[in-house]
Every structure is written in C-alpha cells, then in structure tokens.
C-alpha cells in the first residue's frame, strides 16, 4: 500500500477530478496514466463519485486512484468500500480524523493554519493538503511555516494553475500541488482525452522524476 509520505511522491501534480457521469472516469484515467500522471483524486462531490473510484479502481489499475472531498465519517468507510487507495479531506474534525485512520488508508487531511497543521501532527500526522492554497496565503505561507514546523510536507490544493504550480513545486515543504487544470469540463463533455493526456504529459515534466 501507498503511504501518505508516497503519495506526494507518485506525480508532481494530484489531478483533482469532479465527475459527472461515470463512463469519463476511466477513459480521464487512462489519458492521465498515459500522460505520465501516476495518481487521481476523484471528488465525492457528485452522486456518481463512488461508482466512479470503483470503475478507476478496477479498471486502470497502474493509476492509484483516492477519494477528494471526504468530510464526513460515513465517506471515508463509503470511499473505502469502493477501492479507494487514499483519502483527502478539505479540512478535519475528530470524527472524520478517526473515519479515516480507521479505514487504514493513507491520508491528506486538509489545513489551513499553523494550530489545524499542529493538531494533525500531534495526531501522528506529517503528510498534509493545505487547503484552500491561494486563498489562504499561497507560497508565502508555506514558505513562512517552513522553519517552524520542518517535520511536514504539504500537497497545497486550490487555486493553483500549471503556470503557478511551479512556484509551489520549489518549496522544500511541498511534495506535489493538487489541480483541476488537467481535467478542464470542456475537454470532459467532449470526450477530448487528448488534449488531457497532452496537459498530463506537461504537468509531469514540471519536475524530474
């Protein structure tokens, strides 16, 4: 099993995926497979994102395939059950904490400030999403949080974009950036797996492997 530590390790981008009907999900992990992209984080934040992570699940299995937007208890078992090799959280409570390391998968459970980075890390935690990036301080915050908590590492999500995703990517904090740019709806609807196959392979190249 991929450890949390690992998982920051298997794309310099986390694709951070909404799907809307399920017959895109394999074909999106596939084209984002073959673009180099090693990891997919499906959101439950629509009603077909279980079966969704099922389908990746059993289907592209060289892509390790998590379940985004888990903020209850009862999804972390559900996404779980499905075959999710990870979780992410936007952001945590005891409950969902306990959801989580009860399913034994590994997990980056989402901060936004020093005291929620601390909580976690007295939790056993040093993997984290820091979350919402941009709005919540971006590279500077990062940057700033560096010396005092060195024991961390960070996949910052939201707001990020593959001309900013750089920037991010040299902090000696951050292990990979979450992002929804490989996966743009237009491309989705179209069934354009090309063009997101293209964004995977550039987003790859952002960093040697």
Not at 33 to 42: D, F, K, P, T
């Amino acid at each position: 099993m991929t450890t949390s530590s690992q998982l920051l390790e298997l794309s310099p981008v986390m694709p951070v995926v909404v799907v809307d009907e399920v017959r895109h999900a394999v074909p999106i992990a596939e084209a984002l497979l073959a673009g180099g992209i090693g990891v997919i984080e499906l959101t439950l934040r629509t009603p077909v994102a279980l079966e969704a992570i099922a389908a990746v699940a059993a289907e592209v299995p060289g892509i390790v395939v998590g379940a985004g937007t888990v903020t209850t208890p009862e999804q972390a078992g559900q996404a779980a059950d499905a075959g999710a090799g990870f979780l992410v959280t936007p952001g945590c409570t005891d409950a969902v904490l306990d959801a989580a390391f009860a399913t034994g998968l590994p997990f980056l459970p989402g901060a936004a400030t020093v005291s929620e980075a601390m909580r976690l890390a007295e939790r056993g935690l040093d993997t984290l999403k820091f979350f919402p990036a941009e709005a919540a301080g971006g590279t500077a915050y990062l940057r700033s949080i560096a010396g005092p908590l060195p024991g961390l590492r960070f996949c910052p999500t939201g707001g990020i974009t593959a001309s900013s995703a750089g920037n991010y990517l040299a902090l000696p904090n951050v292990g990979c950036v979450g992002g929804s740019w490989l996966t743009p709806k237009d491309a989705v609807a179209e069934g354009d797996f090309v063009r997101i196959e293209a964004l995977a392979k550039e987003a790859a190249a952002l960093r040697a492997w």
